[in-house]
C-alpha cells in the first residue's frame, strides 16, 4: 500500500517535472530567437540605417527608409480599410448577433483567421493588380485589410459583450434611443478593448509578407505614392535574407530587429491600453 | 494578448438580453444602425464566397486540363505545360505533421504548466513570453531559420541523428540544410504559441469543481490532471492542436526560405521539399502563361479548401468545450 502509494507520487513528480521542462524548452526556444536578433541586428542599427535609402546590390552601406515609410504607409492604408469593417461586424455580432446569421458570420471570422495570407495575396492580386495593369501599395493594404477583418470582428465582439447589461437599461432608460445607447454608451464603455483589438490586429499585419509578393511587390526607391510598388520591412527582409550578399544579410537581421521593435511595441501599448481600462486581469 | 477576459456566452440568452433584442428594431433610425451593422458583419460571408469564386474561376483550364489527376501527379513542367502537385501536397503534409509531432508536446506542456502546476506570480509573464512567439512575423523566422537553425543542424543535430538513426528511411541522403527539417522545425516553434494559447484557454474552462473532486478523492496532482481535467477538456485539446495544424499547412514565408523548393517526394526528412504555399509564392510572379498561372491557382483553391476544412473542424470542437467564445482568437 505504502509503496503503491509512493509510486503515484513518484509519477506525479515525473510527470510535473516533464511539464516544467517542456514548458521551459519552448520560452527559451523564444528568449533564444529575440536574443539571436538583437546579437546580429543591433550592430548594423545606425543613423544611415534609418535615414538612406538601399544602395545597388553589392556595395557598403544603405539603409532601409523607404521601407520603414513604406511599412506605414501600407499598414496605415490597411488599417483605415480594416478597422471600420472589422469593428463594424465586430459591433453587429455583440448587438444582434444571437441568430442565425450571427452564428454564420461568427463560424466564418474564426474560419477566416486561419486562412494562408499567400491566398488573399493572390486573390488582391486578381482584383486590383491585373485589372489595374500594375503592382501598387493600394493591392497591397487591401489585401492586409482582409486579413485583419476578421480578427478585429471577433475581439470588438468579444470586448463589447463584456459591457454590463445595466448599462444599457440605464441609458435607455433615460429615454436615449437603441442606436446612440450601443455608439454612446456601450461601445464608449468597450473602447478600451476595442483599440487594443485593432492595434494587434495592425501588429500581426504590418508583419505579413506573402500577401504583398504580389500586390505591393517591393521597392528599392523611396515612394509616397500608394499606386506604385512599395517597399516594406518584411518584404525587405525576404528578399535579403535569401540574396547572396554578406551585406544584404547584415541589413536584413537589422530590419528584422526594427520589424520586431514596430511589432512589439504596437502590442505593448495595446497592453497598456488594457490596463488602463480594466486594470490587471487574469 | 490572451490574458483579456473571455466570457463565455451563455447557452440560452438570459431574460434581459431577449428583452433587450425584442426592443431593437422598433425606431427608424435604430432599424438604419442595425442594417448598416449588417451590412458590415456580411463582409465576412461575401469575403469567403469571393475568395472561393475568385480561386476557382481562375483554376478552370488548369481544373479542364488535367482534371483530378492534377493532386497525384508530379510533373511540374511550364515548358511543357503539365502540371501536376503531388509533390507540394506531399510536403505541405509533411512539414506539417513533422511540426505537429515537434509542437504538440511542448504546447501542450506549457498549456498544462500555465493552468495545473505554475506558481501564480510565473502565469502572466510566461504567457507573455508565449504570446510573443506568435507575435513574431513569419519571415523573421524564415530569416533566423536561414542563418541560425540550418548552422545549428547542421553542426550539432544532424550528425549525432545520423550516427544512431541513420539506417532508417526518414534521414537518408545528404544534409545541404534546406530540408524537409528544418521547414518542420520552423513551423514547430511558430505554432507552438497557437496551440498553447488555445489549449490554455480550453483548461482554464476545465471548471475547479473537477480538480477539486479528483484530489478529494485521493488524487496526486499528475492524476487529477490525467484523470479529471484532461479528458474534460479532451474536444478543445484537439481542436487546438487541429487549429495548429492549419496554421502549419497556410504557412507561407518561413518554409518557403528553409524547406529548399524542390519537386521532389521523398520519405527522408533530410531532402529539400516543397510546400503548396511556397510554391505559389515563388513562381506567381514567374507564370506568364495562363495554363501556368492556372496551376498555381489550383494550388491555391486546394490550399485554401483544405484549410477552411481543418480550421472549422478545429473550431466545432473547441466550440465544443468553451461555447461561441473566441478561444484564442487574440492570439492567431
Known amino acids: 500500500m505504502n509503496g503503491r502509494a509512493s509510486r503515484r507520487h513518484l509519477v506525479s513528480r515525473a510527470m510535473t517535472a516533464l511539464i516544467v521542462a517542456l514548458a521551459f524548452i519552448a520560452v527559451l526556444a523564444l528568449v533564444v530567437i529575440l536574443g539571436d536578433l538583437v546579437w546580429k541586428g543591433a550592430s548594423s542599427i545606425d543613423w544611415a540605417f534609418f535615414t538612406r535609402n538601399p544602395v545597388p546590390a553589392g556595395q557598403a552601406g544603405g539603409g532601409v527608409a523607404n521601407a520603414i515609410v513604406g511599412t506605414v504607409i501600407l499598414v496605415g492604408l490597411a488599417a483605415l480599410i480594416g478597422v471600420p469593417i472589422g469593428v463594424g461586424a465586430g459591433m453587429y455580432l455583440a448587438e444582434y448577433g444571437g441568430g442565425r446569421l450571427g452564428f454564420v458570420v461568427r463560424f466564418i471570422a474564426d474560419v477566416l483567421n486561419g486562412t494562408p495570407s499567400i491566398?488573399?495575396?493572390?486573390?488582391?492580386?486578381?482584383?486590383?493588380?491585373?485589372?489595374?495593369?500594375?503592382f501598387s501599395a493600394v493591392a497591397g493594404s487591401v489585401a492586409l485589410a482582409i486579413l485583419m477583418i476578421p480578427?478585429?470582428?471577433?475581439?470588438?465582439?468579444?470586448?463589447?459583450?463584456?459591457?454590463?447589461?445595466?448599462?444599457?437599461?440605464?441609458?435607455?432608460?433615460?429615454?436615449?434611443?437603441?442606436?446612440?445607447?450601443?455608439?454612446?454608451?456601450?461601445?464608449?464603455t468597450a473602447l478600451g478593448g476595442i483599440?487594443?483589438?485593432?492595434?494587434?490586429?495592425?501588429?500581426?499585419?504590418?508583419?505579413?509578407?506573402?500577401p504583398l509578393l504580389f500586390t505591393a511587390l517591393g521597392n528599392l526607391n523611396f515612394t509616397l505614392s500608394v499606386s506604385q510598388p512599395m517597399q516594406t520591412l518584411s518584404l525587405q527582409i525576404y528578399v535579403y535574407g535569401t540574396?547572396?550578399?554578406?551585406?544584404?544579410?547584415?541589413?536584413?537581421?537589422?530590419?528584422?530587429?526594427?520589424?520586431?521593435?514596430?511589432?512589439?511595441?504596437i502590442s505593448l501599448t495595446a497592453r497598456w491600453v488594457t490596463r488602463q481600462r480594466y486594470g490587471s486581469v487574469r | 494578448m490572451t490574458s483579456l477576459p473571455i466570457e463565455g456566452v451563455p447557452a440560452g440568452r438570459s431574460?434581459?438580453?431577449?428583452?433587450?433584442?425584442?426592443?431593437?428594431?422598433?425606431?427608424?433610425?435604430?432599424?438604419?444602425?442595425?442594417?448598416?451593422?449588417t451590412g458590415f458583419a456580411l463582409a465576412l460571408p461575401s469575403l469567403i464566397l469571393v475568395i472561393l469564386g475568385v480561386l476557382f474561376v481562375s483554376s478552370l483550364p488548369?481544373?479542364?486540363?488535367?482534371?483530378?489527376?492534377?493532386?497525384?501527379?508530379?510533373?511540374?513542367?511550364?515548358?511543357?505545360?503539365?502540371?501536376?502537385?503531388?509533390?507540394?501536397?506531399?510536403?505541405?503534409?509533411?512539414?506539417?505533421?513533422?511540426?505537429?509531432?515537434i509542437a504538440v508536446p511542448l504546447a501542450l506542456g506549457v498549456a498544462i504548466f500555465l493552468t495545473e502546476f505554475s506558481p501564480r506570480w510565473l502565469r502572466q509573464p510566461v504567457a507573455f513570453l508565449v504570446e510573443l512567439l506568435a507575435a513574431i512575423p513569419s519571415v523573421v523566422y524564415g530569416l533566423w531559420g536561414i542563418f541560425i537553425l540550418i548552422p545549428f543542424l547542421r553542426s550539432y543535430v544532424v550528425p549525432p541523428l545520423k550516427a544512431v538513426l541513420g539506417w532508417t528511411p526518414f534521414l537518408q541522403g545528404v544534409f545541404y540544410g534546406n530540408s524537409l527539417l528544418a521547414g518542420g522545425i520552423i513551423l514547430a516553434i511558430m505554432i507552438v504559441p497557437y496551440i498553447a494559447a488555445v489549449s490554455r484557454e480550453v483548461l482554464l474552462a476545465v471548471?475547479?469543481?473537477?480538480?477539486?473532486?479528483?484530489?478529494?478523492?485521493?488524487?496526486?496532482?499528475?492524476?487529477?490532471?490525467?484523470?479529471?481535467?484532461?479528458?474534460?477538456?479532451r474536444a478543445g485539446l484537439i481542436g487546438a492542436i487541429i487549429l495548429g495544424l492549419g496554421r502549419a499547412l497556410g504557412e507561407t514565408m518561413a518554409v518557403t526560405m528553409v524547406i529548399g523548393n524542390r519537386h521532389d517526394i521523398g520519405v527522408s526528412v533530410l531532402q529539400p521539399a516543397y510546400t503548396m504555399a511556397a510554391a505559389i509564392a515563388n513562381e506567381f510572379n514567374e507564370a506568364t502563361t495562363t495554363m501556368y498561372r492556372s496551376a498555381l491557382f489550383e494550388v491555391g483553391l486546394v490550399l485554401f479548401v483544405l484549410t477552411v476544412v481543418v480550421n472549422a473542424i478545429a473550431r466545432i470542437l473547441i466550440w465544443r468545450v468553451a461555447r461561441g467564445t473566441a478561444v484564442g482568437s487574440r492570439a492567431l
Open chain 1, 119 to 134: 491566398v488573399v495575396g493572390v486573390v488582391a492580386w486578381m482584383f486590383i493588380v491585373r485589372p489595374t495593369h500594375g
Open chain 1, 151 to 188: 480578427m478585429l470582428a471577433r475581439t470588438t465582439e468579444e470586448m463589447v459583450r463584456l459591457v454590463p447589461h445595466s448599462l444599457r437599461e440605464a441609458a435607455l432608460a433615460l429615454g436615449y434611443p437603441r442606436w446612440r445607447t450601443s455608439l454612446k454608451i456601450v461601445a464608449r
Open chain 1, 195 to 210: 483599440v487594443t483589438g485593432c492595434l494587434v490586429g495592425i501588429a500581426r499585419v504590418a508583419g505579413e509578407t506573402a
Open chain 1, 243 to 265: 540574396g547572396p550578399f554578406e551585406e544584404w544579410h547584415r541589413l536584413a537581421f537589422a530590419s528584422a530587429l526594427v520589424l520586431m521593435g514596430l511589432v512589439l511595441i
Open chain 2, 15 to 37: 431574460s434581459i438580453e431577449s428583452r433587450w433584442q425584442s426592443l431593437l428594431g422598433t425606431d427608424r433610425s435604430d432599424r438604419v444602425y442595425r442594417r448598416v451593422l
Open chain 2, 62 to 101: 488548369a481544373l479542364h486540363r488535367f482534371g483530378p489527376s492534377f493532386l497525384w501527379t508530379s510533373t511540374w513542367d511550364p515548358v511543357a505545360e503539365v502540371y501536376g502537385a503531388a509533390p507540394m501536397v506531399f510536403g505541405t503534409l509533411a512539414s506539417s505533421l513533422l511540426a505537429l509531432l
Open chain 2, 207 to 233: 471548471p475547479t469543481s473537477q480538480r477539486e473532486a479528483a484530489l478529494a478523492m485521493g488524487a496526486t496532482r499528475w492524476e487529477a490532471v490525467r484523470s479529471a481535467v484532461l479528458p474534460y477538456g
